[in-house]
């Protein structure tokens, strides 16, 4: 995509009521054919491709990797996609594109006896001849080949890119909101349907407000329900490619999706079923404006609904935290909403809280850090085998820790922690003339740490590593004397953890690798600990 391009912002437009071409878009869902997506029988497959890199001359995008993991969530979570039918490439090349498709095709040609779907997504750079993932391309004509080859009966490729309606443009596609086509009646459905978030010579846009693309945002919305205008608790290509491209039409004014399909049958494409969500966000029938969803602790918009009043609308979400902001002229409004499993909570705009328009988390929700507390058991070790023998032993350490989360950086954690420590040993020591003995002594420790770890999430899941500034208080207790000093070293920090939204629960396994740099008996001595640590914590 285009870098002077994409970080622009655009201002939100009004829907306004559908026009004539709705009897054509109730006539297309009356003809498209693909049952629903838990229907028994049916075998969905889904590569779904994010690169923020476009290779050398092309500047990195904020989002497209982002845009990949709500695509890849909203057909999991509500598209009948079983996680292991589902592969995410982000950041890979176009050769890793090709080893997918090629193992994901050998997958469809196992299930026989099974009505197969084809599901591929492309979120990043691309240029009239194809798609550009870092250093690497793979071109359109190779593209459809891939859709081709997937074997699968109902193949649906969408791709959101600058340039990307070069695709549809090479079979005659069309750049339009409705899908005004008449196809034949076949007992089974079979063909391709391709829509890319712009015509062949337009820019793709991103938005900071939205931290992702406008065309993913709104169909990813439209996915989990505000495209249900009907109310039948599903939606269908035809309702999801509506409202997509009627909202980014709006929001950018020069962007406009486009199409191409190739399929026969009878029925309706049915992409997701919100009715069949965990929980819902129920947005009551008296609301009236834009409402963002964000999942607390993170800055990306999750979905959105724009409304009149007079009827409810609903969002299909996984349990867990959320913030909900409504912008007003003169302000704004947010609210905090907690889905547990299987519960419908409703929007209360009276009990939303207001702010000024200064105020306003114009970067993420809501201003200012995601707090969490936890207890942590661990040990601290030296590295050396000699270090351990003569100065301490390996000791089971006990401890808390406060993170702020999302500070200072928005992929970052500020994290204070102390623990405390105590063991009685012996020291293997060398009288004068050189015979060891060992010399009972009580240790006691007290260690308190500094950590900035940058994050890497995946849903629930995130790795992190960062810089570590430790201080360590020592007190050794001998029979006839005792001794204590306090050392500040540096070190660094790695590990993976879990947030369980639903419960505010954190989990989170960590390793610190730290150098100390202290005078002991008498002699300078350059040490290295290590400390793994389990905690668990809660989130604020």
Request: charged share 25%.
């Amino acid at each position: 995509m285009d870098n002077r391009i994409k970080k622009r912002v655009v201002k939100q437009g009004k829907l306004k009521p559908p026009s004539r071409w709705a009897a054509g878009l109730a006539a297309f869902c009356s003809v498209l054919s693909l049952s629903a997506p838990a229907v028994a029988g049916e075998a969905r497959f889904a590569l779904v491709v994010g690169n923020n890199s476009g290779g050398r001359f092309e500047k990195d995008l904020r989002f497209a990797e982002d845009d990949a993991k709500k695509m890849l969530d909203v057909l999991v979570e509500l598209g009948g996609f079983d996680r292991s039918r589902v592969r995410s490439l982000l950041g890979g090349d176009a050769e890793a594109v090709r080893e997918a498709a090629g193992k994901m095709a050998a997958e469809v040609r196992e299930t026989r006896g099974e009505r197969s779907v084809f599901f591929f997504y492309y979120s990043g750079h691309a240029d009239e001849n194809g798609l550009k993932l870092g250093k690497s391309r793979l071109a359109n004509a190779e593209l459809k080949e891939i859709l081709a080859r997937s074997g699968a009966a109902v193949r649906i490729g969408i791709i959101d890119a600058c340039n990307s309606g070069m695709l549809t443009r090479m079979k005659g596609g069309k750049g339009g909101p409705d899908f005004t086509v008449t196809l034949d009646a076949a007992p089974t459905q079979e063909g391709e349907v391709l829509i890319t978030s712009s015509r062949g010579e337009e820019k793709a846009l991103e938005s900071d407000e939205l931290k992702g693309s406008f065309f993913t945002h709104y169909l990813v919305s439209a996915l989990r329900g505000d495209a249900d205008l009907s109310g039948d608790g599903r939606v269908s290509l035809s309702e999801a490619y509506q409202y997509a491209y009627n909202r980014t039409v709006l929001s950018t004014a020069s962007q406009h999706p486009s199409y191409d399909y190739r399929l026969k049958g009878a029925g309706e494409v049915v992409l997701t079923e919100p009715q069949k969500a965990e929980s819902t966000l129920v947005f009551p029938a008296g609301l009236d404006g834009r409402f963002l969803v964000y999942r607390a602790g993170t800055l990306a918009v999750l979905a959105e609904v724009e409304k009149e009043g007079g009827s409810a609308r609903k969002l299909s979400l996984p349990p867990g935290r959320y913030v909900v902001k409504k912008k007003e002229k003169d302000f704004v409004l947010i609210g905090k909403v907690a889905l547990s499993a299987g519960e419908s909570q409703r929007v209360n705009e009276a009990a939303m809280s207001r702010m000024s328009i200064s105020e306003d988390f114009t970067k993420g929700p809501p201003k200012g850090p995601v707090w969490s507390a936890e207890g942590r058991v661990g040990m601290q070790a030296f590295l050396s085998a000699r270090s351990r023998d003569e100065i301490a032993s390996p000791l089971p350490v006990f401890g808390l820790a406060v993170s702020a989360g999302g500070f200072p950086f928005e992929s970052a954690d500020l994290r204070l922690d102390i623990g405390v420590a105590s063991r009685e040993q012996a020291l293997l020591l060398a009288d004068a003339g050189g015979r060891g003995f060992r010399m009972p002594m009580t240790l006691t420790e007290t260690v308190a740490g500094l950590t900035m770890p940058f994050n890497l999430a995946a849903g629930p899941f995130r790795g992190f590593a960062g810089p570590r500034l430790s201080s360590l208080l020592i007190h050794r207790s001998f029979k006839e004397r005792s001794e204590q000093f306090f050392v500040v070293y540096p070190g660094v920090q790695a590990g993976a953890g879990c947030v369980l939204a639903e419960y505010s629960l954190s989990v989170r396994l960590e390793v610190n690798i730290n150098y100390i740099y202290v005078k002991l008996d008498q002699d300078v001595k350059n040490l290295g600990t290590v400390e793994p640590f389990l905690g668990v914590g809660y989130v604020f």
